[in-house]
């Protein structure tokens, strides 16, 4: 949730781009890497873009294809902000005050607005499981991340990142 708000934010104080083609978000680029306390010798993807990821696998050097145990897309995400309600005189919540037939009863408290922000991308994340720890261990740097993004029916682009760097070892 924390990644959201801040994805929210960067968007927000990035602004609108001319027209033309989509201009790609900040921080587009897909992210690689063992999260820690996470399932040992597993590399979590994550992605932001105007596609959904359809396929991941780790490329060996011989290459050798391990697909993504799994892939979640999340389109659109929103996050939904409902201010606190304060109760006292000088709160700046609205109090009914006997206007008109449908008026609130003196001293019960309007609820407050709600603001809604809607990520306007997908957010995506995969999970893949290194099949020879050990191998990934001594060889990392040519390994690599295949990335297929797509909308059906037919827009859909691969891309390749680089495999992240093992965490170090246990004691």
Known sequence: MRILAGLLIVLALTGCSGAGSPAGLPGDQPRAGFPAGGIANQIEVSAVDRLALRSAALVAPDGR????????????PTQTVSPQLWSGANSGALVGSGIGANALSPGIVAPAAQTQTRLLAVVSTASIA??????YRRGWRKYHIRLTFGAPPGEFETREI?????????P
């Open 130 to 135: 290194v099949p020879d720890p050990v191998a």
């Open 162 to 170: 680089p495999a992240p760097e093992p965490p170090p070892p246990g």
């Open 65 to 76: 294809a391990t697909p993504a145990l799994s892939i979640t897309a999340n389109p659109a």
